[in-house]
T-cell receptor
């Protein structure tokens, strides 16, 4: 099993450009998450999904959109990138049973917006 | 979301010294998770605590959940260079998403 994978690993954008980050998991997890990580800020939740076709806003959703058309994939879109969106983006997934909340993280995407 | 505060923000120790990081909340937590992130890597789950006063050990790592369920700690005995990284606590009162602390970065020099 590959676990959680993210594409691309690195990207440089110019202000105003758009892009989509792809997250895929092969563990049949219902819940998926997108986080951003900035120095000294920890991990902040952007959006999450509790199942195929559903999405919800997290702590910092502005400037991002998401889609969960297939259970195994969770896409994060930036319609008009801004320098403030320079960050490392992590996708995660987890099972839904009980209180066992272990989240499995992907390797991350390092995005720079010039 | 419910905020968890971590202290210290950074810790630099000599190999063999002990290390402790603390996670505090102003309100009662239903559970606490700990993650480790190596430099350049991604967070990896270490453990979850759910019971008041719970103590769990993983080799040289000891995790505690306070009696009032408002604080937690991670203690590493006799640190090694492989312990380098950032340690995050997180809680999930909603059942859906985790709220992460800002982490404690540990540097171990040989």
């Amino acid at each position: 099993n590959a676990g959680v994978t993210q594409t691309p690993k690195f990207r440089v954008l110019k202000t105003g450009q758009s892009m989509t980050l792809l997250c895929a998991q092969d563990m049949n997890h219902e819940y998926m998450y997108w986080y951003r990580q900035d120095p000294g800020m920890g991990l902040r939740l952007i959006h999450y999904s509790v199942g195929e076709g559903t999405t919800a806003k997290g702590e910092v959703p502005d400037g991002y959109n998401v889609s969960r058309l297939k259970k195994q994939n969770f896409l994060l879109g930036l319609e008009s990138a801004a320098p403030s969106q320079t960050s490392v983006y992590f996708c995660a997934s987890r099972e839904t049973s009980g209180w066992y909340n272990e989240q499995f993280f992907g390797p991350g995407t390092r995005l720079t917006v010039l | 979301g419910q905020q968890v505060m971590q202290i210290p923000q950074y810790q630099h120790v000599q190999e063999g010294e002990d290390f402790t990081t603390y996670c505090n909340s102003s309100t009662t937590l239903s559970n606490i998770q700990w993650y480790k992130q190596r430099p350049g890597g991604h967070p990896v789950f270490l453990i979850q605590l759910v019971k008041s006063g719970e103590v769990k050990k993983q080799k040289r790592l000891t995790f505690q959940f306070g009696e009032a369920k408002k604080n937690s700690s991670l203690h590493i005995t006799a640190t090694q260079t492989t312990d380098v990284g950032t340690y995050f606590c997180a809680n999930s009162n909603s059942g859906y998403a985790l709220n992460f602390g800002k982490g404690t970065s540990l540097l171990v020099t040989p």
